[in-house]
């Protein structure tokens, strides 16, 4: 995977060597652990349900700063035993975990010493700013006074996160011995990078006992007695003697206050359907926590554990899919994928003048080159989807200043699209990588099998993807439209001479008959990849589809062997390489599916969009906390059972979380017009399962409005509730 994907235990195949292992290892269930995730900034911390960090092979438990793993191993234990579980979970905006654990039976010795069920202990845990913060409490309800020992095990191995992902390392560096003091221990890591990494582990009240690996706690309860302990975990603090643990409660007030703040720029979205409503709270929670601020704004991390970093290509599309709720996360993402384009050529980097950045790693290996992810550019559609954005930003905003302030970079990635990214100048967007090193497919579906020929051989590049080529007709229109509002007039002409151009050469190298359906891609010898996938759907996106071939593909994207009931598959299962518990040959990934439903409300086919969001809301409906992961495997929705989970997807993960709130958006026609303050429903429908939505906080420059879109006999009605400022609503029938 971005690494974004590579094949489940497949790893990057290195055209003319031997494998580049960024793979993510089977062993490694997430699902089946179901962990507990937490993130703040640069760190994040994946746990258990009781709020631990369990260490062994394929574990990819612990906290995690900057891809390294601070805290590898974090176990708590009364009397010598794991508490059991009884309840674990997160708030709803993913502030804090809590964990509410008891007693199994302890003996002293043969002799009973304490029954079950008689000492409760809640563990209460956040982060903020670098560091994790825990509070302990410990409650006796029994009738007399028990002694009780409560030991937190803990060790930091400072693991790379592509070490945890499954990739092997000749050698590593130095693990530090411990220093420590009666309430703190620092741990640290001498990397090869020459870079010191330091986990500060502070208690308070002190420990009975501090060792090497483990902390002790001797508690004298009191019959209803209850006691507390505090803990801190600093990743690389800056002061490493400092002592004291800043308070808890103002940490976590702190953290609070930060989310809510955050939270509060959108539009809110509520509904007749309360499973609908927590699908929606947990939407929002999870892209809220995943937002990570940047000098420039606001930018969403892709997800966690594994891409919990900037990634340009789900950045740019999780923001097109909020645009219309909060269009500052765009605002944040323009200006952080702006300062950070590519401005030479970096061939190990896949880098030219004018490409958006795909990733960034801080990690030891990446600071060492044994993965060329730094600071990589290895995408071929984050480019044109960078303009699209840019347009799409400016149309709901009218924030001419800040297209002025990036002006000068939409020019650099158009000059890119047009020189670069067409290298051997036939009308078509293509990629190839420079290094062995580098990503082979460069497109969303980036393992290196997802582009093949209908016999299932995998196609040789410089290959040219179907929907690379929407994206750089959408950003030659995009731009065409923002040339016109900054006076470049004759730049405007000929962008848009350009996609008429492309329109037209596409649909004759592109559009099969046969198939009923674009081409997945065209190779490096020009030859059609025949194959039936959903990135034919994303022709639909930017209107690049001649208007009588839109009707075939969505019958298409709807049939049986493309949608299973869920949403619809990467692959066809007619499809020679189809396999439903591929990573991108047959799987159903959430933000594909919102894309598409995009591009088939724009051509009129809402009742088609509305059919996928059913499907995704009823996968929803399945999964624990109502997250939609990453992906789901790409099997037959049956009666009265859920969705087949895929192994080690992402949750959350910023464009899946959202897909949703795309969907409802293009079921709902919402379009705005900042210059007239100005929103129209366009031919609203609501899905079966909804018979009222209510948005609040719906803004454009001049004013808020809140609204009630409802169902009324075989109508859709839209009542404004309130208004403030400067705004008007209307509705547009058929």
């Known amino acids: 995977m971005p690494v974004h994907g590579q094949e489940l235990g497949s790893p990057a195949v290195r055209s003319g060597g031997p494998p580049v292992q960024f793979f993510i290892p089977a062993a490694a269930s997430l699902h089946e652990r179901r962990p507990r995730t937490l993130k703040h900034g640069d760190t994040f911390c994946v746990f258990d349900h009781n709020g631990d960090a369990l260490s062994g092979p394929g574990s990819p438990e612990g906290l995690f700063h900057r891809d390294t793993r601070h805290l590898s191993h974090f176990y708590l234990t009364i009397g010598g035993q794991r508490p059991l579980l009884l309840s674990s979970s997160l708030r709803e905006d993913n502030a804090t975990l809590t964990c509410d654990l008891t007693n199994p039976d302890l003996y002293d010795q043969d002799r009973l010493a304490i029954a079950h069920d008689l000492i409760h202990i809640r563990r209460s845990q956040f982060l903020w700013q670098g560091s994790l913060h825990e509070r302990i409490t410990v409650h006796n309800f029994d009738d007399r006074l028990h002694r009780v020992s409560l030991q937190i095990a803990f060790a930091a191995d400072f693991a790379d996160l592509f070490e945890v992902r499954g990739t092997s390392r000749a050698r590593r560096g130095r693990i530090d011995s411990p220093i420590m003091d009666r309430d703190t221990i620092l741990l640290s890591y001498e990397g090869l990078d020459r870079k010191r990494r330091v986990s500060r582990i502070g208690f308070f009240p002190p420990p009975s006992e501090l060792h090497e690996g483990t902390a002790r706690f001797e508690l004298d309860l009191q019959p209803q007695g209850t006691q507390t302990y505090f803990l801190r975990v600093d990743c690389n603090p800056q002061d490493e003697t400092r002592t004291g643990l800043k308070p808890f409660f103002i940490a976590m007030r702190d953290a609070r206050r930060a989310l809510q703040s955050t939270s509060s720029r959108a539009a809110s979205i509520s509904s007749s359907n309360d499973i609908f409503n927590e699908i929606v709270r947990r939407s929002m929670s999870d892209l809220n926590m995943l937002i990570t601020d940047t000098e420039q704004g606001p930018f969403p991390y892709a997800g966690i554990p594994w891409f919990s970093t900037v990634f340009g290509r789900d950045a740019l599309i999780t923001a097109l899919q909020t645009l219309w709720l909060d269009p500052a996360i765009a605002k944040g993402v323009l200006k952080h994928l702006a300062a950070n384009q590519a401005t030479e050529f970096d061939p190990m980097a896949d880098a030219e003048p004018g490409k958006i950045l795909h990733e960034v790693r801080c990690g030891e290996m990446a600071e060492l080159k044994e993965v060329p992810f730094r600071r990589y550019y290895g995408s071929v559609d984050a480019t044109p989807l960078f303009v699209i954005l840019a347009g799409e930003y400016f149309k709901r905003t009218g924030d001419l200043e800040t297209i002025r302030g990036i002006w000068p970079n939409i020019h650099a990635a158009l000059d890119w699209i047009i020189e670069h990214g067409d290298g051997d100048g036939d009308g078509f967007v293509e990629y190839g990588r420079q290094v062995h090193e580098g990503l082979i497919n460069q497109g969303w579906k980036d393992s290196h099998d997802s582009v093949f020929h209908a016999d299932g051989s995998l196609a040789a590049g410089p290959i040219a993807l179907v929907e690379v080529q929407a994206y750089a007709y959408g950003a030659f229109m995009e731009a065409a439209e923002l040339c016109q509002r900054l006076g470049e007039r004759a730049r405007a002409v000929s962008l848009t001479a350009r996609a008429v151009a492309l329109q037209k ?174 929103v129209t429903f366009n031919e609203p429908m609501l899905p079966a399962f909804l018979d009222e939505v209510v948005l609040r906080n719906l803004s454009v420059p001049k004013g808020k409005v809140d609204v009630a879109i409802r169902r009324s006999k075989k109508n859709v009605v839209v009542d404004v509730l309130e208004r403030k400022g400067d705004i008007k609503v209307l509705t547009a029938a058929r």
Not at 510 to 536: H, I, K
Not at 616 to 634: H, N, Q, T, V
Not at 653 to 662: D, H, K, N
Request: proline letters at 7%.
């Open 505 to 678: 050469n596409f649909d004759i190298a592109f559009y099969d008959e046969e198939l009923e359906t674009y081409v997945l891609a065209l190779d490096g010898s020009r030859c059609p990849c025949r194959v039936r996938s959903s990135n034919a759907g994303h022709v639909l996106l930017t209107g690049l589809a001649f208007p009588h071939r839109a009707e075939v593909v969505v019958r298409t994207l709807l049939g049986g062997p493309s949608f299973p009931g869920w949403g619809i598959r990467t692959v066809a299962s007619t499809e020679a390489r189809y396999n439903p518990m591929s990573y991108h040959n047959g799987s159903i990934w959430p933000h594909d599916n919102a894309l598409i439903g995009i591009g088939m409300a724009r051509y009129g086919f809402k009742q088609e969009a509305a059919k996928i969001l059913e499907g995704l809301f009823a996968a929803a409906s399945y999964i624990d906390l109502r997250r939609l992961p990453e992906l789901i495997c790409g099997f037959p929705r049956r009666r009265a059972q859920g969705p087949t989970f895929y192994p080690v997807a992402c949750a959350p993960q910023a464009w899946a979380a959202v897909a949703p709130l795309s969907l409802l958006q293009s079921c709902l026609g919402i379009l705005f017009d900042p210059i007239e303050s100005q």
